[in-house]
């Protein structure tokens, strides 16, 4: 449903992820971190604690430390994302 690229240290995460049509990153937590996702190509929804936002190219998702959130693909194209989780 999805394939990815992750660079990762002790302070953080680099991730460039491709979510495939109907294909989602699941509903999970950022317990210690910071999550900034910034749509390259694609459209879908977030999910932010009960909150939902339509995402397209250019929009950028901002899961707060502390949040739970998910990302899915609601097109026909592959959402293709680039992920910062910088950790705090």
């Keep these: 449903m999805m394939s990815a690229k992750m660079h990762m240290d002790e302070d953080g995460k680099v991730i460039w992820s491709r979510i495939h049509p109907g294909g989602s990153i699941g509903l999970h937590q950022h317990p210690g971190s910071d ?6 190509s694609g459209v879908g929804k977030a999910v932010c604690d009960g909150v939902e936002e339509s995402l397209a190219a250019g929009d ?3 899961c707060k430390k502390g949040s739970s959130h998910s990302i899915q693909n609601t097109g026909e194209e592959d959402l293709i994302l680039l992920t910062v989780v910088a950790e705090r």
């Design 35 to 40: 999550d900034i996702n910034y749509v390259l």
């Design 60 to 62: 950028c998702h901002i």
